[in-house]
């Protein structure tokens, strides 16, 4: 194993979905049947997550109810919108940012702008945004569609919203408001501007009504890895979710996109990889294996065989085949491309009939899967961060609240003798925890350089 830096440590996100992250969470006797909208319970994970020095609190979004094939099985048909969760919780926390996905295919960028730019205000600069694309038909039809847009339309206007919305977070220069009582001055007219945004998908005149952000942009996060995303995320993304089942294969995805991220004429050190792991810890490797099989024990058959069908773009009819036979074939969608060609990789590289691949692809739907004791699990992590796999983890756990602390009582400490995590938060803000630089605003650079002209 290549040993990390001593200067360079892991960055950690936690992935909280208050129904748990495995299908049967929700079942397991320590959780709340009603966590994933029992704010006290939200609230409990949050300050749990603070108390691990994790960076961030994070959350996916779905746009529809999705039974059955969504994160948490069932307990996620319902839940949080995650702005508006994240809003409530930053009071009650003082260091842990704020990660909340909205999507480009069906949000504006004025409106997206506004709740961003607000919750990184509220959170005195902890949020970040999770870019996504919204797949999926039955999304579609909530929002006056029938079909889905095809991905390559989905990624182009992805392009233009996210570059939108950085405009419209600048509208505003950071010394603009003077909020002088005795000349009546509240703010500066030459330092707001219009963006006058006229592009194929959105036409935006701004200026936004709401402050520049603390950070001057909440930190843009990105999760996709089909072409399409990669290029995405190369082009706008600061930090990266990503899944991946081995060493190889994050390796080379770490490699390709810090490659496109220095073409795109961009800083790689200033573009975080974080590959999703789902743990499962135990003071012994047997510990933790009864944690894993007891969790699969509580899936029910319907539900596996749904989350399969979902990941599966809803094209795999796995009706009449046994449960203990092999996964039949399944035609690509428009959907999630990436992660449908995941979910078959798994199933052929490991022989997997189709009960042992919606036993895998529970916890975490394709995400690594770790089983061990804290050692373990901070082997793994180690060998990913020390030899070009990732910057950091989001960690998975896949049941609620006691994977979450089993992470931050076991494995935490473990990094931390390792050297390999910190052991107070460096700063305040999302991006000084995260080491990412603050964005100039552009009109307050362009009006420094007529300065140092004159």
Known sequence: ??????????????????????????????????????FEFHRQLALTAERGLFDAYFLADNLTVGLGAREGG?????????VTLFAALAPLTTNLGFIATASTTYEEPYTLARKFASLDLLSNGRAGWNVVTSAGDD????????????????????????????ALWDSWEDDAFIRDKKSGRFYDKDKLHDIDHKGQHFSV???????????????????????????????????????HQ??????????????????????????????????????????????????NELILPEDGV???NGLAGQTLDITGYPLDGPLPPSKETEGMKSRQALIRQIADEHNFTIRQLYQWVATARGHYTVIGSAVQVADQLEEWFGNEAADGF?????????ALDDFVDLVIPELQRRG??????????????????????????????VLAAE
Not at 13 to 36: K, M, S, T, V
Not at 74 to 82: D, H, L, T
Not at 142 to 151: A, M
């Open 394 to 402: 989001n960690i998975l756990p896949p049941w609620l609240p006691g």
């Open 205 to 243: 005149k701004g200026p936004l009504n709401v402050p520049r952000p603390v950070q001057g942009h909440p930190v843009v996060v990105q999760a996709g890895q089909s072409e399409d995303g990669r290029k995405l995320a190369a082009q706008s993304a600061e930090v990266i979710f990503t899944a």
């Open 139 to 166: 999304t579609a039809r909530n929002f006056n569609r029938d079909v889905q847009p095809n991905h390559a339309e989905r990624y182009a206007r992805a392009h233009e919203h996210v570059e939108t919305v950085k």
């Open 246 to 295: 081995n060493l190889a294969s994050a390796q080379e995805f770490y490699r390709d996109i810090k490659a496109r991220v220095k073409a795109a004429g961009r800083d790689p050190g200033q573009v975080l990889i974080m590959p999703g792991v789902a743990p499962f810890v135990g003071r012994t490797e047997e510990e933790a294996r009864a944690k894993y099989q007891q969790l």
């Open 306 to 308: 749904a989350l399969l």
């Open 74 to 82: 069932n307990a996620k048909i319902a839940g949080f919108e995650p």
């Open 420 to 449: 390999l995590f910190r052991t107070a938060y460096e700063g305040r803000t999302l991006r000084e925890n995260l080491g990412l630089r603050r964005p100039e605003n552009p009109w307050t650079a362009a009006r420094s350089k």
């Open 1 to 38: 194993m290549t040993r990390p830096s001593k200067s360079r440590q892991i960055k950690l996100g936690a992935f909280l979905p208050g129904g748990g992250q495995h299908i049967a969470a929700w079942r397991h006797p320590e959780a709340p049947a009603d966590g994933a909208t029992n």
